[in-house]
């Protein structure tokens, strides 16, 4: 039992928010999740630690290289009775620890744009050799599906008469920019998706994540939702490193792991946009939320300031807006955001003050 209330009452929501056939359809699963350790990996984990042996989980694998280091949470999974943890690089690990698995979540990346511009070529082979490993380990196998985790980045830099962005949109990308190795890996991964399942019969979800935050972000990220949350717990301004004019939608974590959930047990090849539809809003906007909240609950009175980051290519290729349009997920597993994003920097600060800023 998780003693952060905010995770607690988060993990509750999730639960919730299954219907009894997806609830049913965990029971006796083996799951397999690859690079768990992330911040999108957090409360999956949590959410099967908490809950897994009441819906009949079988066994869960996880699989991570802790490039930045191993969470401190992790140690708590490793005494978990459910959990096998592994340390290793899905590139090169044997699978074989986890051959029962029917259920698979790959989720091994690194998708924070500091980090995979310092390693594009780990950031590479994790989306596509990664990948097409567990295909060909698990293809026989008779497994019940594979979620891979892509990105809203296959979109590149949307046209504006494409956003909100639909699923069919082909996406503007540069093929050969400081950016392209996470786009580009990503694009050609869903290749290997979309193959393996009409070539082979191979069962694969793949899902498109906007702007995820929430508690599992470490505040060292170097993404703005992390860099905003370090700012306020330091009691120093928040800095932002470009001219705040950029649109995002930010969906709370708890948001983006029930939707990851009903796109793994769906078990059918499709993709689906994740995200929060409905509040499209600037990086300067997002600031400010920040802002206002970091006073209510810490007395916070920072400024905003506006910096060239040290990374040169920090604002290359990046784009202006970025907004998805649901209808596919609204209207095929019947979900829908339900934390705005306010009351989502809410919980995440609340999160950070109860665990400590060094929480992950």
């Given at each position: 039992?998780?003693?952060?209330?905010?995770?607690?009452?988060?993990?509750?929501?999730?639960?919730?928010?299954?219907?009894?056939?997806?609830?049913?359809?965990?029971?006796?699963?083996?799951?397999?999740?690859?690079?768990?350790?992330?911040?999108?990996?957090?409360?999956?984990?949590?959410?099967?630690?908490?809950?897994?042996?009441?819906?009949?989980?079988?066994?869960?694998?996880?699989?991570?290289?802790?490039?930045?280091?191993?969470?401190?949470?992790?140690?708590?999974?490793?005494?978990?009775?459910?959990?096998?943890?592994?340390?290793?690089?899905?590139?090169?690990?044997?699978?074989?620890?986890?051959?029962?698995?029917?259920?698979?979540?790959?989720?091994?990346?690194?998708?924070?744009?500091?980090?995979?511009?310092?390693?594009?070529?780990?950031?590479?082979?994790?989306?596509?050799?990664?990948?097409?490993?567990?295909?060909?380990?698990?293809?026989?196998?008779?497994?019940?599906?594979?979620?891979?985790?892509?990105?809203s980045e296959v979109y590149g830099d949307p046209d504006p008469t494409m956003v909100p962005t639909p699923e069919s949109y082909w996406?503007?990308?540069?093929?050969?920019?400081?950016?392209?190795?996470?786009?580009?890996?990503?694009?050609?991964?869903?290749?290997?998706?979309?193959?393996?399942?009409?070539?082979?019969?191979?069962?694969?979800?793949?899902?498109?994540?906007?702007?995820?935050?929430?508690?599992?972000?470490?505040?060292?990220?170097?993404?703005?939702?992390?860099?905003?949350?370090?700012?306020?717990?330091?009691?120093?301004?928040?800095?932002?490193?470009?001219?705040?004019?950029?649109?995002?939608?930010?969906?709370?974590?708890?948001?983006?792991?029930?939707?990851?959930?009903?796109?793994?047990?769906?078990?059918?090849?499709?993709?689906?946009?994740?995200?929060?539809?409905?509040?499209?809003?600037?990086?300067?906007?997002?600031?400010?939320?920040?802002?206002?909240?970091?006073?209510?609950?810490?007395?916070?009175?920072?400024?905003?300031?506006?910096?060239?980051?040290a990374d040169k290519h920090y604002n290359t290729d990046n784009p202006q807006r970025r907004c998805p349009d649901l209808s596919k997920?609204?209207?095929?597993?019947?979900?829908?955001?339900?934390?705005?994003?306010?009351?989502?920097?809410?919980?995440?600060?609340?999160?950070?003050?109860?665990?400590?800023?060094?929480?992950?």
């Amino acid at each position: 039992m998780t003693e952060n209330k905010i995770l607690s009452e988060d993990l509750r929501r999730i639960a919730d928010g299954l219907t009894e056939r997806e609830c049913s359809a965990l029971s006796g699963r083996s799951i397999f999740i690859t690079g768990f350790a992330g911040s999108l990996g957090f409360m999956l984990v949590q959410f099967f630690a908490e809950y897994g042996q009441t819906l009949g989980v079988k066994r869960i694998y996880v699989l991570d290289n802790y490039i930045f280091g191993k969470p401190k949470w992790v140690h708590a999974i490793e005494d978990h009775p459910l959990f096998t943890v592994r340390e290793g690089d899905v590139t090169r690990e044997n699978l074989s620890f986890a051959g029962d698995a029917d259920l698979i979540f790959h989720m091994a990346s690194l998708a924070s744009p500091v980090y995979y511009r310092l390693h594009p070529i780990e950031t590479m082979d994790a989306d596509v050799i990664g990948l097409r490993r567990l295909f060909d380990f698990y293809g026989d196998r008779g497994i019940f599906n594979l979620l891979f985790y892509s990105t809203s980045e296959v979109y590149g830099d949307p046209d504006p008469t494409m956003v909100p962005t639909p699923e069919s949109y082909w996406g503007n990308v540069n093929s050969s920019g400081p950016r392209s190795c996470y786009d580009e890996s990503k694009r050609y991964a869903e290749t290997l998706c979309y193959n393996f399942h009409h070539q082979k019969g191979f069962p694969v979800t793949v899902l498109r994540p906007f702007n995820s935050f929430g508690p599992g972000l470490r505040t060292n990220d170097k993404r703005a939702p992390a860099d905003f949350a370090m700012n306020i717990l330091r009691n120093e301004p928040i800095v932002l490193y470009s001219d705040g004019k950029a649109t995002r939608t930010f969906c709370y974590a708890s948001d983006t792991t029930l939707a990851s959930l009903k796109c793994a047990l769906y078990a059918q090849y499709d993709i689906f946009n994740i995200g929060n539809d409905v509040e499209e809003m600037t990086i300067r906007e997002l600031a400010e939320i920040y802002r206002s909240v970091g006073n209510s609950i810490f007395g916070y009175n920072g400024s905003i300031l506006f910096r060239e980051h040290a990374d040169k290519h920090y604002n290359t290729d990046n784009p202006q807006r970025r907004c998805p349009d649901l209808s596919k997920i609204k209207t095929v597993l019947n979900y829908t955001p339900s934390v705005d994003t306010r009351t989502g920097v809410e919980r995440y600060l609340m999160y950070l003050k109860i665990n400590g800023i060094n929480e992950v």
